[in-house]
T-cell receptor, first 113, second 110 residues
Framework: EPEVTQTPSHQVTQMGQEVILRCVPI?????FYWYRQILGQKVEFLVS????????KSEIFDDQFSVERPDGSNFTLKIRSTKLEDSAMYFC???????????FGSGTRLTVV | GENVEQHPSTLSVQEGDSAVIKCTYS??????FPWYKQELGKGPQLIID?????GEKKDQRIAVTLNKTAKHFSLHITETQPEDSAVYFC?????????FGAGTRLFVKA
């Protein structure tokens, strides 16, 4: 069964450093998303991406965040200057079209120290 | 803003019993309602979904109901098994955005 692949599985970074989280969505999917989940809490929407541009973003997705699809397969989330409160599990997801279920990756656990 | 409320936060049932999880949503433009199961250390996995033009949908031991007027939707799991133990999330979607509930941790005791 097709999978969404995320790397790395765990990233530890110093506060103030930039991090890039990487995702390979399912190849025939056209819609891409990033969500985050602080330990034990709800899954929070960050951003959706379609046709090489951001479709929608949440209040969490401020100027410190950016997304990119640098080639035909990767989808990345960059956090420019990490804060302690950015520590969370970050999930990438993709879907064939709107209003279809998402396929999630296994997540990247980001720890900011 | 959009919000999805989910209850209960924790649910413990005996194997073979039924489990019911309830959600309400605030955005009346939501038209698609997926349910996800999350096991420890994994991403959420879609288990069933329902669209706004349907009131009920069933897939083996799992069923979902939707009351659009009341903005309520529910997940029903019958004949629960230990492997059903996980965190379950409801979600409400419109367009490019899906909002998740806070999750229900289901324990099925053997």
């Amino acid at each position: 069964e097709p999978e969404v692949t995320q790397t790395p599985s765990h990233q530890v970074t110093q506060m103030g450093q930039e991090v890039i989280l990487r995702c390979v969505p399912i190849s025939n999917h056209l819609y891409f998303y990033w969500y985050r989940q602080i330990l034990g809490q709800k899954v929070e929407f960050l951003v959706s991406f379609y046709n090489n541009e951001i479709s929608e973003k949440s209040e969490i997705f401020d100027d410190q965040f950016s997304v990119e699809r640098p080639d035909g397969s990767n989808f990345t989330l960059k956090i420019r200057s990490t804060k302690l409160e950015d520590s969370a599990m970050y999930f990438c997801a993709s879907s064939e079209n709107q209003n279809r279920g998402y396929t999630f990756g296994s997540g990247t656990r980001l720890t900011v120290v | 803003g959009e919000n999805v409320e989910q209850h209960p936060s924790t649910l413990s049932v005996q194997e073979g019993d039924s489990a019911v999880i309830k959600c309400t949503y605030s955005d009346s433009a939501s038209n698609y309602f997926p349910w996800y199961k999350q096991e420890l250390g994994k991403g959420p996995q879609l288990i069933i979904d329902i669209r706004s033009n349907v009131g009920e949908k069933k897939d083996q031991r799992i069923a979902v109901t939707l009351n659009k007027t009341a903005k309520h939707f529910s997940l029903h799991i019958t004949e629960t098994q230990p492997e059903d133990s996980a965190v379950y999330f409801c979600a409400a979607s419109r367009g490019f955005k899906t909002i998740f509930g806070a999750g229900t941790r289901l324990f099925v005791k053997a």
